[in-house]
Antibody, heavy 122, light 110 residues
Framework: QVTLKESGPALVKPTQTLTLTCTFSGFSLSTTGVRVGWIRQPPGKALEWLARIDWDDDKFYSTSLQTRLTISKDTSKNQVVLTMTNMDSVDTATYYC??????????????WGQGTLVTVSS | QTVVTQEPSFSVSPGGTVTLTCDLSSGSVSTGYYPSWYQQTPGQAPRTLIYSTNIRSSGVPDRFSGSILGNKAALTITGAQADDEADYYCVLYMGGGTYVFGTGTKVTVL
């Protein structure tokens, strides 16, 4: 059974750096073809894709946020870490991680973690 | 910047049919964008319904179907049920390892 769970601070101050951890089970990021992504959702708003990391350590970022994001993995701990610098109130959101599955050239997000709400406020 | 637009809301009667669409600002949606669809109920994480345009995820009822309609990706609910009331999001794969989520559609069943 594949599960993912996000963890990190519930509250960060403006200008601080946010560090979120996705701890997963049921698969390994050292296995060829395995990928993990991060997605966020501000309260009452749409989902937004943030970043993806692959088994071979390839990394991909949202164009609009790429200067602020860093994604990394710790294969031994079954964890993926996302950092976002210079946090602002507009970054208040629920942050989700998800395994990215593949079939041929198609990829999709499944399953998702439960999400963690991060509020940016002084 | 690429924008993927969905209808803000739809209302459907129980047992009725509704088709949601996923429109790409920069052109037509084709199977090469590998559209996927997700259902989200309040307070819950999204759940995968459809991937690679029209393949139902495991356990998804066959009243959900995906397709390309004209130049858009589409999700059709045939025989809507009360527990289909939710927000629905499409995702397009833009290449180069990147994705864009749609703006989401709120479906009300009444």
């Amino acid at each position: 059974q594949v599960t993912l769970k996000e963890s990190g601070p519930a509250l960060v101050k403006p200008t601080q750096t946010l560090t979120l951890t996705c701890t997963f089970s049921g698969f390994s990021l050292s296995t060829t073809g395995v990928r993990v992504g991060w997605i966020r959702q501000p309260p009452g708003k749409a989902l937004e894709w943030l970043a993806r990391i692959d088994w071979d350590d390839d990394k991909f970022y949202s164009t609009s946020l790429q200067t602020r994001l860093t994604i990394s993995k710790d294969t031994s701990k079954n964890q993926v870490v996302l950092t976002m610098t210079n946090m602002d109130s507009v970054d208040t959101a629920t942050y989700y991680c998800a395994r990215i599955r593949e079939s041929g050239a198609a990829t999709w997000f499944d399953p998702w973690g439960q999400g963690t709400l991060v509020t940016v406020s002084s | 910047q690429t924008v993927v637009t969905q209808e803000p809301s739809f209302s459907v009667s129980p047992g009725g049919t509704v088709t949601l669409t996923c429109d790409l600002s920069s052109g037509s949606v084709s199977t090469g964008y590998y559209p996927s669809w997700y259902q989200q109920t309040p307070g819950q994480a999204p759940r995968t319904l459809i991937y690679s345009t029209n393949i139902r995820s495991s356990g998804v009822p066959d009243r959900f179907s995906g397709s390309i309609l004209g130049n858009k990706a589409a999700l059709t609910i045939t025989g809507a049920q009360a527990d289909d009331e939710a927000d629905y999001y499409c995702v397009l794969y833009m290449g180069g390892g990147t994705y864009v989520f749609g703006t989401g559609t709120k479906v009300t069943v009444l």
